[in-house]
């Protein structure tokens, strides 16, 4: 039994998504007065790269789908969504060329492409920085350590490096996505050229402190030129540990 019309409209404009969002308002036009789909940022993606787009649906669809086209009319990617966490659904986008895309979005793509409605703004496919290296690769725990990571496209007035951490697998069965203190930390690079760029890599977070979290030393490693698309390439630093000799 879903939400009732206030808490599906506040819901609707407050959900934050981590990768590209689009409220597909299908069915529920009625409810919070959309005769159209209504779509939401961030509307970028990295060129060449599988990515997930969640689609905001309050409706039960019986075969929804997402769709990209190029601004002449050629449909270039076509994929299937499946159930998120309610009223989430996941479309996995297979890897596109760089460009600019119209998004369209069907409640049941077994109907043909004149069921797939358009959803505004366009998704830009934008080139990401490339890395191919990273060195030192593992670091003291306690400590900052800088790093260089090597590759190309690495140009723009916002290059950041991020790093993400997670739990090690299987270590919390009730809440998988605990785990580290800090979940991501974004540094501005420094001693940047063409082919390079330093970064600094902050010291290892630790677990939360609660039973049964642990935090992997292994960090993911990403670069951003632009603030809008990351590195793809797996890239990680590994935060060495401490051993205290026993006296």
């Known amino acids: 039994h879903g939400p009732d019309l206030s808490t599906r409209c506040s819901a609707?404009?407050?959900?934050?998504?981590?990768?590209l969002t689009i409220a597909a308002v299908v069915g529920i036009g009625q409810v919070c007065s959309y005769e159209s789909p209504q779509a939401y940022n961030p509307t970028w993606l990295p060129a060449r790269a599988s990515f997930e787009v969640t689609v905001i649906l309050w409706d039960k669809p019986p075969a929804p789908g997402l769709s990209l086209w190029t601004a002449d009319g050629m449909?270039?990617?076509s994929t299937t969504c499946k159930p998120g966490e309610y009223p989430e659904l996941k479309c996995l986008v297979p890897p596109v060329d760089v460009g600019t895309y119209t998004v369209k979005f069907s409640s049941d793509r077994s109907k043909g492409t004149e069921s797939f409605t358009e959803v505004k703004p366009n998704v830009e496919v934008i080139e990401p920085a490339h890395v191919t290296a990273i060195a030192p690769a593992h670091g003291p725990e306690k400590a900052e350590t800088n790093i260089t990571l090597s590759g190309s496209n690495i140009v723009g007035p916002r290059l950041n490096c991020q790093f993400t951490y997670s739990p090690l697998p299987g270590t919390h069965p009730k809440l998988p996505m605990l785990g580290c203190r800090t979940i991501a930390a974004n540094i501005?690079?420094?001693?940047?050229?063409?082919?390079?760029?330093?970064?600094?890599?902050?010291?290892?977070?630790?677990?939360?402190k609660i039973p049964d979290v642990t935090c992997s030393r292994d960090v993911k490693v990403q670069l951003t030129n632009d603030e809008k698309v990351w590195s793809q390439e797996s890239i990680i630093f590994h935060h060495d540990e401490v051993f205290h000799a026993l006296v």
Do not use: D, E, F, I
Request: with cysteine; net charge positive.
């Open 12 to 19: 609707l404009y407050a959900m934050q998504l981590r990768h």
């Open 75 to 77: 449909q270039v990617t």
């Open 188 to 208: 501005r690079a420094h001693q940047v050229t063409a082919n390079s760029a330093m970064c600094t890599v902050p010291k290892w977070p630790g677990p939360l």
